[in-house]
């Protein structure tokens, strides 16, 4: 798999708690977001 990368634009306060989170669970904050991309929904 090659690796792309995702530029977003994210408010202070949930770049705060990405930031908080992936720190907790000693996760990159890459690897929370792919998980939790991973929990959506597939598209019919």
Do not use: G, H
């Amino acid at each position: 798999m090659k690796n792309k990368s995702l530029k977003i634009r994210i408010s202070e306060r949930p770049l705060n708690k990405l930031q908080l989170y992936a720190a907790q669970a000693d996760k990159t904050m890459t690897q929370v977001l792919e998980e939790l991309f991973d929990t959506l929904a597939e598209i019919k």
